[in-house]
């Protein structure tokens, strides 16, 4: 069995990983990182940003705050990741098949 631990040190190594890989830019980060959950607050999504939120801040030394923005089966806030400026500040939590459903749609719309 998975445990919890294990699970919010996995996705500690993955998100650390994904901010190096984007972190090419100087001084990224140089504000608040703020992570969209598309979803209510208190959910799956939600629990999981929160178990990563203490490496996170420890690993990239800034804070990190989760969003939560439920309503119209996650598609709210996509819309508004993708208003927010790409600095690489403002991130979707989401699954890799989820986030492109929903990025289709919100294109599409």
């Known amino acids: 069995m998975i445990s919890r631990q294990m699970i ?22 140089n504000k608040m ?4 959950v598309p ?7 939600d629990a999981v940003g929160r178990l990563v939120q203490v490496e996170y801040e420890k690993n990239l030394g800034q804070k990190m705050v989760i ?5 119209v089966s996650g598609a709210l806030g996509v819309q508004k990741v993708l208003a927010a400026p790409a600095d690489g500040h403002y991130q979707l939590l989401s699954t890799p098949m989820e986030a492109s459903w929903q990025l289709a749609r919100t294109l599409v719309a």
């Open 8 to 29: 919010s040190r996995l996705l500690a190594s993955l998100f650390g990983t994904l901010m190096v890989l984007s972190a090419s830019a100087q001084g990224f980060p």
């Open 33 to 36: 990182v703020t992570v969209m």
């Open 39 to 45: 979803y209510p607050a208190g959910g799956p999504s």
């Open 67 to 71: 969003e939560n923005l439920g309503g």
